[in-house]
């Protein structure tokens, strides 16, 4: 089979990932956009043309379909793949694919399945950067997952944001801590997160990478792929 390059496959009306960690995902498994087509229901020219431009940007050269579905949409589009016995292509998802509940629906799956991921793979409860959150979550009863991570490193932020305040805490005060807060690390991310005053805000600028296997998450990047700083 030829190289197909990259089929952007999203579908109109969901939320989408900053295009950053759909770059990153990409370059961390070497692959890129030959050319792009979008599947996406309802969208207009200038909605179809700001997703060719984007995801022109994330992939280069390379055999692989990029995909944003969420969770559910994963396990359709891999089972119907499957019954019609398509091989050779590398399918890449954004984070909403990396769940237990895809792995154990495409246990059986010989297709290549990635997903990118935001923080510190979840799966690994091994994981030194995981310690502290497993251990919170678990004794507030909680479960593991990428969306709990986020809630909890997003916590840790904002409580971080509020200790650094002197005086009264009110919408002004916690307005101007955020706009003048220094950058926070936490080994659940690549890279630090920080709001100020920009324009625009991606603080998450770095990616993991995981590879199905039977039916079980690997890490197939082990070290954060961080987006190059802007020349």
């Keep these: 089979m030829d190289a197909i390059g990259a089929i952007d496959i999203g579908m109109s009306g969901r939320p989408e990932h900053h295009p ?17 087509v979008g599947l996406g229901l309802g969208d207009d020219a200038a909605g179809r043309s700001d997703r060719q431009f984007r995801a022109d940007q994330v992939l280069g050269d390379g055999n692989g379909v990029f995909g944003k579905e969420v969770e559910p949409q994963v396990v359709q589009l891999i089972k119907t793949v499957d019954a019609q016995k398509i091989e050779g292509i590398n399918w890449l998802f954004l ?16 297709q290549p399945i990635y997903v990118g991921t935001e923080w510190e793979p979840f799966t690994e409860k091994g994981s030194a950067a995981n310690a502290q959150w497993i251990a919170d979550m678990e004794k507030a009863g909680r479960p593991l997952t990428a969306f709990s991570q986020g809630g909890y490193l997003a916590a840790q932020v904002f409580l971080d944001v509020l200790k650094g ?15 003048e807060m220094k950058p926070i690390s936490n080994p659940l991310a690549g890279s630090p997160y920080v709001f100020g005053e920009g324009k625009t805000h991606s603080p998450m600028q770095a990616t ?18 961080a987006l190059p700083a802007v020349q």
């Excluded at 950053?20 to 792009?36: C, D, S, T």
């Excluded at 993991?208 to 792929?225: A, F, I, Q, R, Y």
């Design 208 to 225: 993991k990478v995981m590879k199905l296997d039977g039916g079980t998450w690997k890490v197939e990047t082990p070290d954060w792929v």
């Design 165 to 179: 305040i002197d005086g009264e805490v009110t919408r002004e005060s916690v307005n101007k801590a955020l706009l």
């Design 20 to 36: 950053v960690a759909q770059r990153l995902a990409g370059e961390a498994m070497g692959g890129g956009v030959i050319g792009l």
């Design 95 to 110: 984070a909403p694919g990396y769940t237990e509940q895809v792995a154990k629906a495409l246990a059986d799956s010989k």
